[in-house]
């Protein structure tokens, strides 16, 4: 019978040494699993992270296991390549930091089995990802175990599988599943036993049976329903001999049916049922993506909270518990690889492995619908024969091996909608972030209107937008500022636009979480993302987490924006209330400034700011309280003063009536000495970005080949000002001196300014 013996603790570890010791090591650091090196540099700013080859060891006593004819040692995550060896011995070799996968190590074992796994987080060419917005944890941070099994067993080598495929078609009332097992040293005196139990325990349908795929039938079936109703079966298999139990495995699943519309979105079960979320990284500060279920617990928790109905798990496969914990749940969930942002010719293979471990491993998940091929994949064009053929051979064998769902991609803003990639998946989804890179808020939801006219059958979703938010705060929030307000109406303008349109298939907030991205330094911390609803640490919710709570949740809830901006200049200061009640009445010192009604659940009230006033928001029963207080020079402390920057927007020389580094460049182009100033600065950029380029093959940006002089990207970056333009530089491995931006400045202060310019 099949035992599983968790090993997690007490490992031997060596940061950067490819020493595989031939006794375990007396002088190694002892950790527990997960563990990951990266857990402070990952998130610390300056891109410097550690990443090369560590390893880990430990002594494996047989006389401790089970007694069993096969012994595995499984790993559930080892970033990003690793190789296994056994008493010195090298058993296998693996790619792919984000998948489950084990090792037959039954030949080698011996009473005292010395077992070192090498993990490397290295840069290569052939394994994903290797170019993107987030860090690239190393280690093994997920669990480890021995799994003991009979010579004959259900099979534990296909990908990382449990040998275990259950597929149920919903017909009427009642549900066909077909459960298929794969067993390794079948017998012809073996048999299978299924039995499918309901949530309770008791069995609705079971057989015993010679052959390895039998159909069973569930009749008045209850149907796993999202949020609603996320009901869950139970499938158990017993693999028998005469009377004896050989292997057992098992496995939950849910019965459903859904359909993605181009024009009423997802529907499930026949019933509409918008698609309204966010998506998730799978680490935090402190711990990296090394998560105990205390963690992944926390985040489900807090997704529910806000009200999603279901989330992008970006941009990997995630931990099987919190996939689990998705189905229990009943959140409905895009399951993708990290074939992302920059094409590799030579990671074809690896594209191609990852993708079908996903499948293989989480094809019994209801709360599955779609398999994301890519995300931002066209970073460096959309042209690539290469790219393209290894999207079709990606969209052919998610079909081919799971024929009950739909497939999808990530589509990064500035691709062409007449790309020819565009076309290979089922459904789409496109990142946009007008008004937060580029462009205005307001452009959004019409960008989708156009899309949709004219691709009427392709269904269409967004899969990425948001934007930065930190303990800034601006009683006149300005893109780019970085500041809670700005983020907070920026997601007011996004919900109202997004939600109103059903024919979008799914829209999912980046992020729910802020996460770990060594590259990044802007916003004033470096080292992270700060897009998130939450912190990285789950201690604060952001006042735009409670915006979609308002129309998300059920749950009856008022929320105060404001309460980290308490000081503030201003003799009148606007108050924001989020509620889901339909009315809300706020006092001031006890003070009623009336009852407001909001059908999109923002409520606004002008707020007279004299010294200390105590504010409460009442919603019937509910309250939330804040405190502002009066001060004559605006609180420094609020403002966004950027850790090495070579300039801050307030240091600029500006001179009225003039343009400067502070004026957005579509203003600036609002007159034809403009144009030409922006021309040569187009021209600036480009050839620094040929030359970070050509130095080293793809620069710090990745190679990334955006074309400044498309229409499309000027359109988009309008908003932008200068200064935001060459802060942002580094992401793409663009860098400007402070003698380079003072003669930008002092020319673009001899140039007027537009007389339409705001």
Request: glycine share 8%; hydrophobic share 35%.
């Amino acid at each position: 019978m099949r035992q599983l013996i968790n090993i997690n603790a007490g490992w031997s570890f060596l940061k950067d040494t490819k020493e595989i010791p031939a006794t375990l090591p007396a002088d190694w650091e002892v950790v527990n699993v997960p563990h990951t090196w990266n857990n402070i540099d990952g998130m610390d700013g300056g891109s410097d992270y550690f990443r090369g080859t560590c390893n880990y060891a430990k002594v494996i006593k047989k006389s401790e296991l089970p007694v069993a004819d096969r012994y595995y040692l499984e790993i559930n995550g080892a970033a990003s390549s690793a190789d296994v060896y056994v008493n010195g011995k090298n058993m296998a070799h693996h790619d792919g930091g984000f998948s489950t996968w084990r090792v037959d190590i039954t030949a080698e074992l011996t009473e005292d089995t010395l077992v070192v796994v090498a993990v490397d987080n290295a840069a290569n060419n052939t394994v994903y990802p290797q170019v993107a917005d987030f860090t690239f944890y190393g280690g093994m941070y997920r669990d480890v175990n021995i799994i003991a099994v009979s010579e004959s067993h259900f099979d534990l080598d296909y990908f990382g599988g449990k040998g275990l495929v259950i597929t149920p078609v919903v017909e009427g009332n009642d549900a066909k599943v077909k459960v298929e097992t794969y067993i390794t040293n079948k017998k012809d005196t073996h048999k299978v036993h299924v039995v499918l139990k309901d949530a309770t325990g008791t069995m609705v349908a079971g057989v015993i049976s010679e052959d390895t795929t039998v159909e069973l039938e569930i009749k008045d079936v209850h149907r796993w329903h999202g949020r609603k109703d996320p009901y869950l079966y139970t499938c158990e298999v017993e693999l028998i001999e005469g009377e004896m139990v050989v292997d057992v495995v098992s496995s939950r699943f849910g019965c459903r049916s859904f359909e993605i519309h181009p024009e009423n979105g997802f529907i499930l079960n026949g019933e509409e049922y918008p698609l309204r979320g966010v998506s998730r990284h799978q680490d935090r500060i402190g711990f990296g993506n090394a998560l105990l279920k205390e963690h992944h617990d926390e985040d489900m928790e807090l997704i529910c909270e806000v009200g999603a109905t279901t989330i992008r798990l970006a941009h990997y496969q995630h931990d099987q518990y919190f996939y689990d914990l998705c189905d229990e749940k009943g959140l409905v969930i895009w399951a993708e690889i990290p074939y992302i942002s920059a094409h590799m010719a030579t990671g074809r293979e690896n594209t191609i492995s990852q993708m079908k471990e996903l499948i293989v491993q989480n094809y019994n998940h209801p709360s599955i619908v779609v398999w994301g091929l890519s995300n931002e994949i066209t970073i460096n064009g959309h042209k690539d024969a290469d790219l393209i053929e290894n999207h079709h051979i990606l969209n052919n064998l998610c079909h081919e091996m799971d024929k009950t769902r739909l497939t999808t991609m990530a589509i990064v803003s500035m691709c062409p909608t007449d790309a020819e990639y565009i076309q290979i998946p089922d459904t789409v989804s496109w990142n946009h972030y007008f008004g937060w890179y580029g462009g205005s808020t307001e452009q959004n939801g019409p960008w989708f209107d156009e899309f949709h006219k004219k691709f009427p059958n392709l269904p269409v979703g967004c899969s990425e937008y948001g934007c930065e938010a930190l303990n800034w705060h601006n009683s006149n929030p300005q893109q780019g500022d970085y500041s809670e307000e700005y983020q907070a109406y920026y997601h007011e303008e996004l919900i109202k636009q997004l939600f109103t349109r059903k024919y979008l298939w799914a829209t999912h907030v980046w992020n729910m979480f802020d996460f770990g991205a060594d590259s990044r330094g802007e916003g004033g911390e470096n080292g992270q993302n700060h897009k998130g609803l939450v912190t990285i640490d789950r201690k604060y919710k952001k006042d735009a987490f409670f915006a979609y709570k308002a129309w998300l949740s059920d749950e009856p809830f008022v929320h105060l924006c404001g309460k980290r901006y308490v000081n503030r200049v201003e003799d009148v200061t606007k108050v924001t209330v989020y509620s889901n009640q339909p009315e809300v009445e706020l006092f001031a010192n006890g003070v009623s400034l009336g009852k407001k009604s909001a059908a999109d659940h923002f409520f606004y009230f002008d707020v007279p700011n004299a010294g200390e006033t105590k504010l409460e928001a009442v919603a019937g029963d509910l309250r939330d309280e804040s405190v502002i207080n009066k001060i004559e020079e605006f609180d420094a402390s609020y403002r966004l003063v950027e850790k090495n920057a070579i300039l801050n927007w307030f240091d600029i020389t500006e001179r009225e009536g003039y343009c400067s580094l502070n004026t957005k460049i579509s203003d600036i182009m609002g007159t034809i000495r403009g144009k030409i100033f922006v021309a040569m600065l187009t021209s600036k950029i480009m050839k620094k970005m040929k030359k970070n380029n050509s130095s080293d093959g793809k620069g710090e940006g990745g190679g990334f080949n955006i074309d400044f002089k498309s229409d499309g990207i000027m359109k988009m970056v309008g908003s932008f000002t200068i200064l935001r333009i060459s802060s942002m530089g580094g992401m793409v491995g663009i860098e400007f001196t402070k003698e380079e931006l003072l003669d930008a400045n002092a020319k673009l202060n001899k140039i007027p300014l537009p007389k339409n310019a705001k």
